[in-house]
């Protein structure tokens, strides 16, 4: 079994900085893409980051230059680094990625069970 477990959501107020981290676990041999989503409440579940096994990043416009995403790949662990925070960035942030658990299988979606991040004053 795989697991993804994701840390380092709070409450913060505006403008400061909140690191995520995610890390995987279980009967690993590869972890692709790497995904970070956001819901706040009352909204649809929006992607926030992504970044595949060779690095190639993508960000949606509304966080481009205030989100970092990163992997270390020999801690099976990815990061999302959320700067300038402001009241609307106020959602669960979910980490997914593609990880296959054995050599010859395909990739299978596994999702992280959230974590909260709250920015107001």
């Known amino acids: 079994q795989v697991q993804l477990v994701e840390s380092g959501g709070g409450l913060v107020q505006p403008g400061e900085s909140l690191r995520l981290s995610c890390a995987a676990s279980?009967?690993?041999?590869?972890?692709?893409?790497m995904y970070w989503y956001r819901q706040a409440p009352g909204n649809q579940r929006e992607l926030v980051a992504s970044i595949t096994s060779d690095g190639k990043i993508n960000y949606p416009e509304s966080v481009k230059g205030r989100f970092t995403i990163s992997r270390d790949n020999a801690k099976n662990t990815g990061y999302l680094q959320l700067n300038s925070l402001k009241p609307e960035d106020t959602a669960v942030y979910y980490c997914?990625?593609?990880?296959?658990?054995?050599?010859?299988?395909?990739?299978?979606?596994?999702w992280g069970q959230g974590t909260q991040v709250t920015v107001s004053s």
């Open positions: 997914s990625a593609d990880i296959q658990d054995r050599r010859y299988g395909p990739p299978l979606n596994y």
């Open positions: 279980g009967s690993i041999f590869s972890i692709h893409a």
